[in-house]
């Protein structure tokens, strides 16, 4: 009788080989008390955070707890049911006001995680004989949408202008075209040629889904997202966002204008057959997205943060992701997942939390140590950031 | 229109730079258990294949074709399809 779990054996080794070498298991950090966006207490030590998406620094807002807190009270501990059928509160409605207010939409529809808004939009709109055009890097959940659906799937080099190009012009001119791309690609911190990509994929009549997970709340004068920064946001048919990062959070959803948007909500599987959001989540993640309407000033800070830190690591002698500081997550490339390993240990003892990323989450076979910012990260913050890096890249041998 | 065997030849030419094994290539060589290929490397080779005879190779189709004989079979119908 074969054991169905004979397949994971070469990543069970390749785990137990890591860890035998003495290090610290990167992938079970266990967070014990968390005392502000910016600092937590892991193994008994005072741990600066600096890989937690929480760019806007919203988790304790005082406005944002308060509503939370109100609505556990008045709502309950969670809705125990569907969108569709007894899992619509007041303050569902409210977030997706607050989503069409942010982003100057006509329909917003909110899933339970972000994960579930990639998957069902993708999966749901579509169908068999139609095709998904998508970036090579996209996120894991881009590509499970298009396996839960039937279409057609052509992937392009990453942030390749002309490798799109050149596909959409190979397609039958009638088929139905989806072409999804990221506004920040997460693993490096990139950014995508959004206006030119949007401009192809207009000209071969195909529909556009941005993912802005990494860029909300941030990047773009209102923080609408890459699409804004670029000025091609009235050319987005879709805006996928989470509440998981810069709105301090759980959950998903979908912006757009489109004139038939609200027929979704009747035949998209992941937005139907789960539970809904929590009042509290709703509730928090509503004033949350009110609150970065207006955050000019933090979207400024968040800015002087990343690039200080990225000059001061290339300084260090650290091989970066991109040249030049492009959003909020600064991504460190190490030689392998041995030295990656040693160095994000390194850093935890220094007090520094960072994420450790490896194939095949990273692309090229990359090890990565990924930083990202947040606004609330003070300029001390940062300085000792970088001195702790400077400290651990010299005990691992990463620098000189 | 490319015949058959000048289908194998190019998607020979372009298999080796792929080909960091230095395996001998037949028709039968698989892309994953002989030439040990990943995704991103497979990703990296259609791209080229696809520029080379101006088709499309969706995943699709990817996850039918294991072998080099198999691609150059698909290779000549979607290059015959397009005429």
Redesign the interface.
Known sequence: MGDLFSKFDPLIEQRETLLQGGVTDPFNLVMERVESPTVAICNGKRTILLGTYNYMGMTFDPDVIAAGKQALEDFGSGTTGSRVLNGTYVGHKAVEQALKDFYAMDHAMVFSTGYQANLGVISTMAGKDDYIILDIDSHASIYDGCALGNAQIVPFRHNDVEALDKRLKRLPPEAGKLVVLEGVYSMLGDVAPLKEMVAVSKAAGAMVLVDEAHSMGFIGERGRGVAEAQGVIDEVDFIIGTFSKSVGTVGGFCVSNHPKFEILRLVCRPYVFTASLPPSVVATAATSIGKLMDSADKRTHLWENSKRLHAGLRQLGFTLGTDEPQSAIIAVIMPDLETGAAMWEALLREGLYVNLARPPATPAGMTLLRCSLCALHSEDQVGEILGMFAAAGRATGCIS | MPDRQQIYARTLELIEPFNKKGAAITEATRFAQDLEW???TV??FV?NV??EF???I???MQAEIETVGQLVDALQRLTAARG
């Open positions: 990943d995704s991103l990703l990296d791209a696809e520029d101006d088709v499309i969706t995943m699709n």
